[in-house]
């Protein structure tokens, strides 16, 4: 398979300098189609900058990014979303006093180009019900649709982020620490429901959860100082000292 079609995103040199302070640092990654692949390191290691780099957020000093073989280092952050390329809180359900289908709804309407056409007759958006309503099952959500967001947990609130994002019909999914200041069940809930999303699609995730990233994840790149310390499997990074060291601040 040529590289265009086994990866389906590349960095090359990708470099972020802030005022003299390197925070991404010659960064070359390739991620393949059709895996979980995931970026980890400890605080401060560049995790954060990648993704804000990867969906254009920041523009990067040096290097270049390719998504689909297309060059895209100099493309605006709605410019790579409409190509596919999605960040979970991008479209986040930003609206805690609208019910779930209705933020759903709201994000199938970006992607019909209707975005926030509110004052559209309520004939117009009720033919989103149905998909709105998939896509609720599809993480899920089903008993939650007329549930007003602010009266979820915020397991069903993470699980309802998924669905809109999925509304954009992502082709790579990048998700910002999925399970950050979750308990174990909500933890659970979102593994489970990251691999089941995860099939015909590519997801890149940053994750301190280590247990997650070694359930879920097919390649696993660590960060430190913002440069690649290793990669491979969780097998492979967990056994290298270095990323001991990097994470327990002594050589095991």
């Not at 397991?155 to 992502?170: C, F, H, Q, S, Y």
């Not at 301190?208 to 440069?227: E, P």
């Amino acid at each position: 398979m040529s590289d265009k079609g086994q990866y389906i995103l590349q960095t090359q040199g990708l470099t972020k300098e802030f005022k003299g302070f390197t925070a991404v640092d010659d960064v070359n990654l390739n991620v393949k189609r059709h895996q979980i692949h995931a970026l980890i390191g400890p605080n401060g290691a560049g995790k954060t900058t990648v993704f804000n780099l990867l969906t254009k957020f920041l523009q990067p000093t040096r290097g270049k990014i390719t998504f689909n073989g297309r060059d895209i280092t100099s493309a605006k952050s709605a410019e790579i979303a409409r190509m596919g390329v999605i960040r979970s809180f991008q479209i986040s359900a930003v609206f805690p006093h609208m019910t779930a289908r209705e933020n759903v709804r709201v994000a199938l309407q970006r992607e019909l180009g209707t975005s926030f056409h509110f004052w559209r007759s309520v004939k117009t958006l009720n033919a989103l019900n149905a998909r709105a309503e998939e896509l609720l099952t599809s993480v899920g959500l089903e008993r939650f649709a007329d549930v007003v967001v602010a009266d979820m947990s915020y397991g069903r609130k993470r699980a309802l982020e998924i669905a809109t994002t999925l509304a954009m019909e992502p082709e790579l999914m990048l998700l910002d620490e999925p399970t950050q200041g979750m308990g174990r069940e909500d933890v659970e809930l979102i593994t489970q429901l990251i691999r089941k999303v995860s099939a015909g699609r590519t997801i890149l995730m940053v994750e301190h959860n280590l247990g997650v990233v070694s359930t879920l994840c097919d390649t696993i790149t660590v960060l430190q100082r913002g440069a690649i310390l290793t990669e491979g499997d969780y097998a492979t990074v967990s056994a290298d000292p270095r990323v001991k060291e990097a994470y327990m601040g002594k050589a095991a």
